[in-house]
């Protein structure tokens, strides 16, 4: 049986093109294509593919946040992330909102097919831009001290918060301080955790966790 797909992507010219790319190819097939987050939550559950092309740039809900709802209301249906954002916040944001392939859109048809399968057989597929950041932030040296263990209980307090999902401004509303004290705290907490970003941040704070 071919493998189901469904597309959610606001651009029409690249959907019809992915549509059309997914349909020639017999292994595959497109079940259906979403403009925005909003209608792939209320289109897809009704007949769930197995696999979804998921945009990050969507108007209204973000891929990231849609990729997280779709993910706990289909939790068998895999989310491979296809976007020009190849940042490490952006990975790292996808990734931990459960999708388990990551793909630029300078991906060449043929590459992004069997991508499709990859992950639908249990693999990761990623463009090796990708790959390779994910794969470094694993091969950060190890710090003989617990950086955790730099942390002030302020910034302690702040990486708790971020970790749960707040934005910068919610922080400050919550702890009774400016926004700018914010950014401060969090650049220090970068510093003493070897991170450059957000999302480096709380994968530090997941492998720890679970360490």
Known sequence: MPVTVAIV????EICAMLARVITRESKLNCVGTCSSGEMALEILPKNPPQVVIMDIQLPGMSGIECTSRLRQLLPETQVLIYTVYGDNEQVFKALKAG???YLLKKTPPAKLLE???E???GGSP???SIARQVVAVFQTPAKQNDSFD???AREQEILT???QGFLYKEVADRLGIAIGTVRTHISRIYDKLHVRSRAEAMIKVSTRSSG
């Open 126 to 128: 990623m463009s090796g």
């Open 9 to 12: 992507e606001d651009n029409e």
């Open 150 to 152: 730099q942390l002030s």
């Open 99 to 101: 999708a388990s392939g």
């Open 161 to 163: 918060l971020l970790n």
């Open 115 to 117: 991508a499709l399968q």
């Open 119 to 121: 992950l639908h057989q």
